[in-house]
């Protein structure tokens, strides 16, 4: 199994284990959500458009979220914008591709027991990202160890929260708190 094939199912495994129970299950309408793990139709959705969770919102709208699940805490968030820079191989990252409505990013706590999620629409990140992405480093993802060589920005949190606006919460598999005040 690759670096990033453990990641990957230990990401699911903190999203079945905290964030489906405490915060999917509880603010989605009538519970209606779906995870897009196996499938072909829910491969091709998450390769295409960067979404890995579908949620149904009070208006009854599908929700696209895509999803970043990291260890531990940052006061930045890294956006990817190459996803393969080996030569022969090159691929766009999820910041350039993605079409998903939200992207939920988190950090594991306590023992990988509490989530701090950062709740942020995905299109106007997108829209600001890209007049701006020049003034962020450019970085390679988890330290330059991914076999794909994959790229992006490190951006603070308290520049997206300034420019697009976010929601925070904490979330345990048993409850969901919002923190700080929200700004559109």
């Known amino acids: 199994m690759t670096a990033f094939e453990k990641d990957n199912k230990w990401q699911r495994e903190i999203r079945d284990r905290i964030l489906v129970p405490g915060f999917y299950r509880r603010y989605s309408h009538n519970g209606r959500y779906v995870v897009l793990d196996k499938g072909r139709m829910a491969t091709l959705i998450q390769r295409r458009f960067a979404a890995d969770t579908v949620a149904q919102g009070k208006d ?49 706590h306590t023992g990988e027991q509490l989530l701090d999620v950062y709740w ?46 976010l929601s925070r919460w904490l979330v345990s598999a048993t409850a969901a708190r919002r923190c700080g005040v929200d700004r559109p």
């Open 60 to 108: 009854g709208e599908a929700i696209f979220i895509e999803e970043k699940i990291a260890r531990r805490s940052y006061t930045s968030f890294f956006l990817e914008t190459e996803s393969c820079t080996k030569p022969g191989h090159e691929s766009d990252g999820w910041m350039k591709y993605g079409e998903a409505d939200i992207l939920l990013y988190a950090f594991a």
């Open 120 to 165: 942020i629409d995905f299109p106007r990140l997108k829209t600001w990202f890209w007049t701006t992405f020049e003034h962020y480093p450019y970085r390679p993802a988890c330290g330059g160890t991914t076999p794909n060589g994959t790229m992006g920005r490190v951006v603070p949190i308290s520049d997206i929260d300034r420019a697009v606006g």
